[in-house]
């Protein structure tokens, strides 16, 4: 108990001199920084090598300081009060008199809003007085980090601090959410669409079925492991290492679990360690059994497919 208030202090004594701390959430880690000050923030961009022109998403403990920043919208407050804290972020329309940092957001006029649910996150964001900006705690296209250990790999001594919060429950981003008119599916994630549509009460479209494309984030290449990775492989070739979802009657060396029994939300939770781990055993190709596309599902195919644009 102990530990965990001088941890928070720790984390809040490097945010308040404007230096970027990593942070668990239940999805993956962040790399935070404080989101009023234009100092923080151009670190972020700065460690992550992260284009300037990529938004960032700006997380609260809950909803009230939100209104100082955004307008809010009647369903915007329905899917609140249901699933968060949780894996969404909504994009609002952001007012003129807010304080964050117009490199949050590169001059647009929306800002991406998220709760997260990390217990320990939650208490530091309680205890500061402004909003942590936080992209994923990765170098810009490489694969997110779901533990302290994998923060500290991607950002070595350029990294301060990170809170360490064990590993994250559900291992891939949140789902994103556009409610800056007809509500829209920016990216799939922790939070199942189906769940979102029973609040909503209508069919929402995905990013996959418009034109525009709001979100500038959406590089073809991302969530890489840095190796050529292809999915939907029946069985690998020579040399791949095989991620599997299912247990095989017989095991080779070169597969590599993400579940034994099907599971997607253990699928999504084990996602970025798995790759992970393939790289580091030294495997310069990847081959992924196919994943059903529902659920989680649907979020763990968007990364395989982003990754495999390699
Ligand atoms: O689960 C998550 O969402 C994690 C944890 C740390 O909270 N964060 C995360 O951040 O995934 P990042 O920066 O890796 O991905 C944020 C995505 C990017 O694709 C970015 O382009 C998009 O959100 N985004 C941010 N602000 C936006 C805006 N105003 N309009 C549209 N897209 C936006
Ligand atoms: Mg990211």
Do not use: W
Not at 17 to 32: Q, R, S, W
Not at 248 to 273: E, H, P, T, V
Not at 280 to 297: F, P, S, T
């Amino acid at each position: 108990m102990k530990s965990i208030q001088s941890n928070i202090k720790k984390a809040k004594d490097y945010l308040n001199k404007n230096d970027c701390v990593g942070v668990p959430t239940e999805t993956v880690y962040g790399l935070a920084g404080n989101a009023y000050s234009d100092a923080a923030v151009k670190k972020i961009f700065k460690l992550k090598k992260r284009p300037m022109n990529n938004p960032l998403i700006v997380h609260y403990s809950d909803i009230n300081k939100v209104y100082e920043d955004c307008y809010v919208s009647d369903n915007f407050i329905k899917l609140y009060k249901k699933f968060c804290p949780g894996p969404i972020t909504f994009i609002l329309k952001l007012k003129k008199e807010s304080k964050i940092s117009k490199f949050v957001t590169n001059k647009q006029k929306s800002l991406a809003v998220r709760f997260p649910k990390h217990p320990l996150l939650r208490k530091l964001l309680k205890n500061l007085s402004y909003p942590l900006a936080a992209p994923s705690a990765n170098i810009s296209t490489k694969l997110s980090s779901v533990q302290a250990s994998d923060v500290i790999e991607e950002f070595k001594s350029k990294i301060k601090y990170v809170l360490d919060g064990g590993k994250c429950k559900i291992g891939v981003e949140s789902t994103i959410i556009n409610l800056l008119d007809k509500p829209t599916i920016l990216r799939f994630g922790g939070l199942d669409i189906s769940k979102i549509e029973k609040i909503i009460k209508k069919k929402i479209s995905t990013r996959a079925n418009i034109k525009k494309k709001i979100a500038p984030g959406q590089f073809p290449l991302h969530y890489s492991p840095g190796i050529p990775l292809r999915m939907n492989a029946k069985k690998p070739k020579n040399n791949e290492a095989f991620v599997l979802i299912n247990k095989k009657k017989i095991d080779f060396r070169n597969y590599y679990y993400l579940s034994k029994k099907n599971d997607l939300k253990q699928s999504a939770k084990n996602l970025y360690s798995v790759l992970r781990k393939i790289k580091k055993d030294g495997y310069k190709m990847i081959a992924v059994e196919k994943i059903a596309n529902k659920g989680i599902g649907q979020a763990i195919n968007d990364r395989l497919k982003k990754a495999s644009k390699y």
